[in-house]
């Protein structure tokens, strides 16, 4: 951290500068998102100057969201994502969705098998009860920033091998030829809590974006009920409205 010569460098208050400092390194990503900040005792130390000030700047960036407490266990950075402006109308893989905006993703794996479906399952896919449901649940990752933990059940009929989603749970819909052709959609919005807060690596409390989809076959039978929790600071959804009749 770039925080030698606070003392002596320009005039203005010392904990504006060791803010503008640390907001520097955050945004240009000398520090990434999920870091977890020194303590503010060694950064006092460090930077010769005092906690109070150290804790003042660092409440200040907490304020503005480009770090987040966590009890217990320190503090950490939030690199603020740009947002992704998504249509509402056009059904798309989240995975097409970055590649179309230069981004690579990959997931972390919570929860990939075949199973029995829960009765929200059965009643949302409908299948019996001693069908098999493929759930793939990730945490969904794009250049480096967490933006969504998704959960999809797919009945086993259409996806088998749960291990064939490697990344794109649609491109493995492709190779079956169950890539659905149609989807309703909801969404809401909530309060970001623990576990998915620490995972999604924003504050306790942050605003998201709760997203359930169920989505169809041009047979009309449901192929996937995917619940997910996307950041609230890093989308944008826009539709297109058009006078009715
Ligand atoms: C979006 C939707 C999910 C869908 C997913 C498929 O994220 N919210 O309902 O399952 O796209 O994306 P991919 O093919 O990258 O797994």
Known sequence: LPLEGLQSGGAGPLYLK??????????SGKLNHGDA??????????????????????????RDGLLVRRHGSGTFVVRPVSRVEQSLSRLTSFTEDMARRGLNTRAEWLE??????????????????????????????????????????????????????????????????????????????????DPDASMLGVAVGAAGLSIERVSYLASG?????????????????????????
Not at 45 to 50: F, H, Q
Not at 176 to 187: F, H, L
């Open 112 to 193: 990939r098998g075949l199973f029995h479906p829960s009765p929200d399952e059965m009643m949302t896919l409908g299948l019996p009860a001693d069908a098999l449901v493929t759930r793939l649940g990730r945490l969904r990752i794009a250049d480096d920033m967490p933006l969504a933990i998704e959960r999809a059940s797919v009945s086993a009929e259409f996806l088998p091998d749960p291990l064939a989603v490697t990344s794109s749970l649609y491109a493995a819909l492709d190779e079956t030829r169950a890539r659905p052709v149609r989807a309703v959609q909801r969404i809401s919005a909530c309060n970001i809590k």
């Open 221 to 245: 039978r449901v192929v996937e009920f995917t619940r997910s929790l996307y950041r609230g600071d890093a989308y944008d959804f826009v539709a297109e409205l058009t006078l009715s009749e």
């Open 18 to 27: 060791l803010r503008q400092s640390l907001e520097e390194a955050i945004l």
């Open 37 to 62: 900040l020194p303590p503010e005792r060694d950064l006092a130390d460090y930077a010769n100057i005092s906690r109070v000030t150290v804790r003042k700047a660092v409440d200040d960036l907490v």
